[in-house]
């Protein structure tokens, strides 16, 4: 399909990545032609659509036939007025809305996955990679959810990739998505199947919602078990013109969609966002009349946490700048993050802003370049709030660790703090950049890769991975004495780190807090703990607005005490003692 579509520069466009047609058995308007469907897209303002049929590309193939028919006729002088006018009406749409094919594939457990495309990639191509996710030769034209046992997702994600798609899991948190609650499938393969280094974004039924308990709020990064921040946008997963007015989920053409900024309105432009680390330049589509959605406001919310941070000032004096770049270090070390200078966390304080902002950036990137190594790429931004200029540092996770600040000043980042590494968590920075480079060797032969990645899922217990321990916060283990001094180890339950010989007199606040309250607790006879089962709690308090708990675990042999556990970190029976009931996927 040749597509003339006019490019437009860098600009919001708004975008319908879940379009079906009558080629899916499902779509409730069987005699509606891909014509209407276009010219609905028009009426409802879409820039942007994909053709997304279940298990099929014979809805994209008729409307190629039909065009190219058409434009035979006219070479040969014989079209009829009719025909005319349709090819001049989808010439028309064409130069309006990019159109761009793909397919919903059914995976594994029935889950649903949004394969898209340049509109250059030819039909044939297409049903090639339908065959090599196992859709059965004679279901390929049939449209139909229901196609037997297929490919694992995994799998389908990277061979999806490979061929040049935008992996999208489909309404991962709703019916057949990969993320939807009440399906107990396991929660390591439920982390493999929301983090995959192949899929680019997850669609999700939620996104105009606010709040903690919402789907992309829980993929921010922030969850232990779930570092990666996935992108999450919505769509309409029409199956008819426009919605059903007696069942208020039937959604019609752009009836859900997602508002992307691009640099042209193409396909490349798109991969581009999904592949950055720059999460504004998705957001949910709204109306002129709805309030207009600011990233900035949105990220105040938030607060500070392990991907995230404020400084209302960038002066070298008073350390200000200093503090940027061991953020910088910190997040480059850990799970990358994004900084906002000019404004603090607190959404109803004015924010400063920074004056003189090209001399600031620049000073912002030679500093960057100068002192922290080795070299991280990062992007700063400048953007407007309440009438101030901020500017934003989006800062990647390094493939090269550890960094440093000044040749020698190892930062990482643990929740809402930047803290200078210690030995052992130095050696587990070299380890990962050492397993980093053995990962970016390439198998001879990529379905070994796969194969391996699906072995690895399946093989794995499920149930015996869902540990007891809370998932923030350290464990405090048993020490040891050597001249007079107490040495205990300390486990990071975010990561499983274990750092060594960590004394009352260690620079981690977080160290030497739980160390004084141990030490406190084991010289009382009978300290004040409030038992649920073998679950305790020692005690709740807030640091910046976040609860945060001390708690206990009682085993045969002893107790189990963990400290700093913040509210991410709180699952299964910690639920019941803490009276934390945020729901979690």
């Not at 250059?120 to 030769?137: G, Q």
């Not at 960094?403 to 200078?420: F, G, S, V």
Request: contains cysteine; negative net charge; charged residues 25%.
């Amino acid at each position: 399909m040749t597509i003339n579509n006019t490019l437009h520069g860098p600009s919001w466009y708004c975008v319908d990545l879940h379009i079906h047609t009558p080629a899916s058995t499902d779509f409730q308007q069987p005699n509606v032609t891909m014509l209407e469907i276009l010219q609905r897209a028009e009426t409802r303002g879409l820039e942007v659509i994909a053709i997304t049929d279940h298990n099929t590309v014979s809805g994209i193939r008729k409307m190629n036939d039909q065009i190219n028919q058409l434009k035979l006729l006219r070479e040969l002088n014989r079209l009829l007025p009719e025909e005319k006018s349709i090819l001049e009406e989808y010439e028309r749409l064409f130069k309006k809305i990019l159109v761009l094919p793909g397919f919903e594939f059914t995976a594994t457990f029935g889950f649903h996955i949004l394969a898209i495309f340049p509109p250059n990639k030819s039909v044939r191509e297409l049903e090639h990679l339908l065959l090599s996710l196992k859709i059965a030769p004679e279901l390929i034209d049939e449209g139909s959810q229901t196609v037997g046992a297929t490919c694992d997702v995994l799998a389908a994600y990277k061979l999806i990739n490979d061929a040049g798609g935008i992996v999208i899991a489909a309404h991962a948190n709703s019916s057949n998505g990969v993320a939807m609650r009440g399906f107990n499938f396991g929660g390591q393969t439920k982390i493999a199947y929301t983090q995959d280094n192949n899929l680019h974004a997850l669609e999700v039924t939620d996104l105009e919602l606010q709040g903690n308990r919402t789907t992309s709020s829980f993929f921010n990064g922030t969850k232990p078990q779930y570092p990666r921040k996935m992108h999450c946008i919505q769509g309409s997963d029409s199956h008819r013109l426009s919605s059903d007015l007696s069942r208020r989920k039937v959604l019609g053409v752009g009836d859900r969609t997602t508002d992307i900024f691009l640099k042209e309105k193409d396909f490349s432009s798109i991969l581009d966002v999904f592949n950055g680390n720059d999460f504004s330049k998705t957001k949910p589509h709204r109306s002129t009349s709805e309030p207009s959605y600011n990233f900035l406001l949105s990220a105040q919310n938030e607060g500070s946490n392990i991907i995230q941070d404020f400084h209302e000032l960038m002066t070298i004096r008073g350390g200000k700048l200093y503090a940027i770049l061991a953020d910088i270090c910190s997040f480059s070390n850990t799970n990358g993050g994004t900084l906002f200078i000019g404004i603090s966390t607190d959404s109803l304080k004015e924010p400063v802003g920074i004056l003189e902002v090209e001399k600031n950036v620049a000073l912002l990137e030679k500093s960057i370049s100068d002192r922290i190594s080795p070299p991280i790429i990062c992007k700063i931004d400048t953007h407007d709030l309440h009438g101030k200029k901020i500017l934003r540092i989006l800062v990647p996770r390094g493939d090269d660790p550890p960094y440093a600040l000044d040749d020698y000043k190892i930062y990482i980042r643990e929740e809402t703090e930047t803290n200078l590494a210690v030995r052992d968590e130095i050696v587990n920075l070299v380890i990962r950049g050492k397993d980093f480079h053995k990962q970016s060797i390439t198998p001879e032969n990529p379905e070994l890769l796969i194969n391996k990645q699906v072995e690895t899922v399946d093989s794995l217990d499920d149930t015996a991975q869902e540990l007891l321990e809370p998932k923030t916060g350290i464990e405090l283990l048993l020490a040891e004495e050597r001249n007079g001094i107490r040495y205990f180890t300390v486990r990071d339950l975010r990561n499983g780190n274990i750092v060594k010989n960590v004394t009352q007199t260690s620079a981690r606040r977080l160290w030497q807090y739980a160390i004084k309250r141990y030490n406190e607790l084991i010289i009382q006879k009978k300290p004040r703990i409030i038992w649920s089962g073998n679950f305790g709690l020692l005690r709740k308090y807030k640091i910046q607005n976040y609860d945060v708990f001390d708690l206990v675990y009682k085993e045969e042999n002893g107790l189990r005490y963990f400290f700093g556990v913040t509210s991410i970190g709180i699952h299964g029976q910690w639920k019941l003692i803490t009276g934390d009931n945020e729901d979690s996927l």
